[in-house]
T-cell receptor, first 115, second 110 residues
Framework: DARVTQTPRHKVTEMGQEVTMRCQPILGHNTVFWYRQTMMQGLELLAYFRNRAPLDDSGMPKDRFSAEMPDATLATLKIQPSEPRDSAVYFC?????????????FGEGSRLTVL | RKEVEQDPGPFNVPEGATVAFNCTYSNSASQSFFWYRQDCRKEPKLLMSVYSSGNEDGRFTAQLNRASQYISLLIRDSKLSDSATYLCVVLTGGSYIPTFGRGTSLIVHP
């Protein structure tokens, strides 16, 4: 049963530390999204890759966040330095543009707490 | 105005009730529409797509009103297990970037 895999599931860190979250999209999917979810803001799009190329990262704070897709099986989201306001659940999702089904498959999320 | 707006609720209904949610979108060029369901502390999952002619899946019916720019989700004979947050999703143009509403919380009680 194909699924999106995210690590770590939970992360507690101190302010100023670097945090790296990883995502393995579903094989054959050509789009990858990073979303952040908080109670106040809902799901916010941070970054979007299509065929591994970054197409939209306008929702991402550029000074501390970076997103990469070094190969088709791995997407990363890095926060350096982390701040308490970064505490949230970070979801990775993958999908396909062919057929334009629009369906996204989400990972279980990485719950980040920055103290 | 936000691109996709939903009433956050919560909608608190008894088992067996019929409940409906609406979602409005601002971009008239929006092409594809979906409802996702998110359980507490879980990831969102696709519930159903919304077709122009409306569509039904068991107890769930989705409708699209392009003239007024809203979609709706109707749940009949509510079950306790329907308790969740329902997210409206809109896909616009060729960007393939889904825009999520903030969700409507549904609580079905005995």
């Amino acid at each position: 049963d194909a699924r999106v895999t995210q690590t770590p599931r939970h992360k507690v860190t101190e302010m100023g530390q670097e945090v790296t979250m990883r995502c393995q999209p579903i094989l054959g999917h050509n789009t990858v999204f990073w979303y952040r979810q908080t109670m106040m803001q809902g799901l916010e799009l941070l970054a979007y890759f299509r065929n591994r190329a970054p197409l939209d990262d306008s929702g991402m704070p550029k000074d501390r966040f970076s997103a990469e897709m070094p190969d088709a099986t791995l997407a990363t989201l890095k926060i350096q330095p982390s701040e308490p306001r970064d505490s949230a659940v970070y979801f990775c999702a993958s999908g396909r543009t062919s057929g334009n089904t629009g369906e996204l498959f989400f990972g279980e999320g990485s719950r980040l707490t920055v103290l | 105005r936000k691109e996709v707006e939903q009433d956050p609720g919560p909608f608190n209904v008894p088992e067996g009730a019929t409940v409906a949610f609406n979602c409005t979108y601002s971009n008239s060029a929006s092409q594809s529409f979906f409802w996702y369901r998110q359980d507490c502390r879980k990831e969102p999952k696709l519930l159903m797509s919304v077709y122009s002619s409306g569509n039904e899946d068991g107890r769930f019916t989705a409708q699209l009103n392009r003239a007024s720019q809203y979609i709706s989700l109707l749940i009949r004979d509510s079950k306790l297990s329907d308790s969740a947050t329902y997210l409206c999703v809109v896909l616009t143009g060729g960007s393939y970037i889904p825009t999520f509403g903030r969700g409507t919380s549904l609580i079905v009680h005995p």
